[in-house]
């Protein structure tokens, strides 16, 4: 089995309670079948999200006591600002509460009535930021990202011709900037390649379509990179997030994953137009443009998170490589995920898992709900509840992808953790035939997964 052992060692400790199943059986009642309503303290191991779920390093807890916690031009602004201009290579930063922060402000200034958004496959927040601005997400990844079985290394690549295709169709002057997603979360974590965006630059430069980036996963991507497309081998992870981001025209990024900290996000740009408009947005929404909605020593533990991020190759090598041995243990039990194994989470195929509940009823919070049973782990549904409804239609989007995720923590859980929620999954697939699915008490009208409740049908 191939593993990587942490290259950490353990200075603080944090119990988790260990619970019964019929404990776990009213807690799951109680929160309406929707693990987002589980309180935290009910959960033996909580890979619900990779999201403000790291462990931080005692560099960055040293960083905390550090924080200048003035209004105005906090000294963490500017060390921070360096940080993002050096690691990212974007000549204008703006600070964030976090990343849906930077997509609504990104939307509002980049977005009129009537624009078309190409995406390399949706994100939750991002696409109904876009919406809410009057635009509208089109889907332009490969064809092989909606298909689970299919092994491409380079899942999250934008498909040139669907590109060219609504360039001809709507005009390129409705089209304000494609979203590029680093480790297409929603595909399954899986990433672009250097040679996509490469030819997606020059198709965007015909068009004078900007490349909007989003960061939040860029780090793990150089490390598929780095691993697997050819004349990267030698080139640090460090080297090649640099090379990414220059080749787009700014991002907006969720600081809570591949940064390492709890809570942060930023937009970041090389137009100063945007940036001076960015910035009179920031005090709008999140407060003056040297904090943007952080405090002083949440942005100083930003800034070592990031450093931390692409210091050496050991941190991310391991994380990534935590992830894909969750996989391999339900490779080898045959158990239906998203294959290749994404950075930062593994993704069950509920379809396969369960075929015989229809996409209706939900199998992928089905299954999220027989897991925390079964196992006291919490993962997160992303299928059909999460796609939501057509806004012209008003009917459930039914996606092709109909997952379970189970997000891996940054530097949180051993090994030991993972052969514990592999084994109880595993076992849990030997008795499907014993789930059922679910139908709506409560449907929020936005981001529905939420807040969801739900009953057996
Ligand atoms: C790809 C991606 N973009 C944007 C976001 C939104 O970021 P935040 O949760 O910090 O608002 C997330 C969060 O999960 C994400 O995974």
């Not at 078309?116 to 939750?124: A, D, E, K, L, R």
């Not at 100083?300 to 994380?319: M, P, T, W």
């Amino acid at each position: 089995m191939k593993y990587v052992p942490e290259p950490f060692r353990i200075k603080t400790v944090e119990p988790i309670k260990m619970t019964t199943r019929k404990y776990r059986e009213q807690a799951i009642k109680e929160a309406g079948y929707n693990t987002f309503l589980l309180r935290s303290e009910d959960v033996f191991i909580d890979l619900l999200t990779d999201s403000g779920t790291s462990a931080m390093s005692d560099a960055q807890w040293a960083a905390l006591q550090l924080g200048d916690e003035a209004y105005a031009g906090s000294k963490n602004f500017y060390d921070l600002e360096k940080t993002v201009q050096d690691v990212f290579g974007y000549k204008y930063f703006v600070p964030t509460h976090q990343g849906r922060a930077a997509e609504h402000i990104m939307s509002k200034l980049l977005i009129k009535e009537g624009s078309c958004i190409p995406g390399n496959m949706y994100f939750t927040t991002t696409r109904l930021h876009q919406e809410l601005a009057g635009g509208r997400f089109v889907d332009v990844i490969i064809d092989e990202a909606h298909d689970p079985s299919n092994p491409h290394p380079f899942k999250g690549n934008v498909d040139i011709n669907k590109m060219q295709k609504l360039v001809d169709e709507v005009g390129a002057d409705r089209i304000p900037y494609i979203s590029y997603e680093t480790c297409v979360n929603m595909a399954g974590g899986q990433p672009i390649s250097i040679a996509n965006l490469k030819e997606l630059r020059n198709f965007c430069d015909k068009y004078g379509i900007k490349i909007m980036l989003d960061n939040t996963r860029t780090v793990e991507n150089a490390y598929f990179i780095q691993q697997r497309e050819k004349g990267y081998a030698d080139k640090s992870v460090k080297d090649i997030v640099k090379e990414i981001c220059s080749y787009t025209d700014g991002c907006t990024c969720s600081s809570k994953k591949d940064c390492l900290v709890n809570i942060g996000g930023f937009l970041a740009m090389n137009d100063e137009d945007f940036f001076v408009e960015a910035k009179a947005q920031v005090v709008i929404y999140e407060g003056l443009h040297t904090y943007g909605g952080m405090s002083g020593r949440d942005m100083a533990a930003l800034a070592q998170g990031i450093r931390e991020a692409v210091a050496n190759d050991d941190y991310i090598k391991y994380r990534v490589e935590q992830t894909n041995y969750f996989g391999e243990l339900l490779t080898q039990a045959d158990v239906p995920h998203v294959i290749p194994h994404g950075g930062h989470a593994i993704f069950l195929d509920a379809k396969r898992f369960l075929p015989d509940i229809d996409q209706e009823q939900f199998p992928a919070l089905a299954l999220t709900a027989a897991i925390y049973v079964e196992t006291g782990v919490r993962a997160m549904e992303r299928g059909n509840v999460s796609a939501g409804r057509d806004p012209e239609t008003g009917e459930n989007r039914r996606p092709k992808l109909e997952l379970v995720r189970l997000t891996m923590p940054r530097r949180v859980y051993t090994q030991s953790h993972i052969d514990y929620a592999a084994e109880g999954i595993i076992k849990l697939y030997q008795n499907r035939d014993q789930l059922r699915g679910f139908r709506f008490v409560f449907e929020p009208k936005q981001l529905r997964f939420f807040q969801a409740r739900f009953e057996p049908v």
